[in-house]
């Protein structure tokens, strides 16, 4: 019985895993074409900010464009998709020499979970961007 619910488990979650790949394999394309039409119009990059958990503002290694209106979620030039909430690491060092940021896997729904109340489609973050310059 055990072995069974073992292999059930790890199924569930090999399904999850290819879920969650389709998923972001379909907003990185959303992604890819915001960056061209973006740059197409002209829509500059800014330098990348990040928030420690304790509220600090650090410099990343990244350009791209926000996309909440927070700023805790951006794309990147590169075409990563960025979470601008970061762990503190390094202490008054990381202030003023930054932090390397890795992508995430692209939502096709931004904040899904999420208790601050500004979810929606990824497509319609990435609209209202373009929309805004």
Do not use: C
Request: hydrophobic residues 35%; proline residues 5%.
């Amino acid at each position: 019985m055990d072995n069974q619910r073992t292999e059930d488990a790890r199924r569930r979650d090999e399904l999850a895993k290819a879920h969650a790949r389709h998923e972001s394999g379909q907003a990185q394309r959303l992604i890819d074409d915001f960056i061209a039409q973006a740059t197409e119009q002209h829509i500059e990059p800014e330098p990348l900010v990040a928030t420690t958990h304790n509220g600090t503002r650090v410099k990343t290694d990244k350009l791209g464009w926000y996309i909440r209106k927070n700023k805790s979620i951006a794309v990147g030039t590169d075409g990563g998709y960025y979470i601008l909430t970061v762990p503190i690491a390094g202490g008054l060092l990381t202030r003023f020499k930054g932090v390397k940021l890795d992508p995430s896997l692209p939502p096709l729904v931004v904040g899904r979970g999420g208790r601050d109340g500004e979810t929606g489609p990824l497509s319609e973050f990435l609209e209202r961007r373009l929309a805004a310059g």
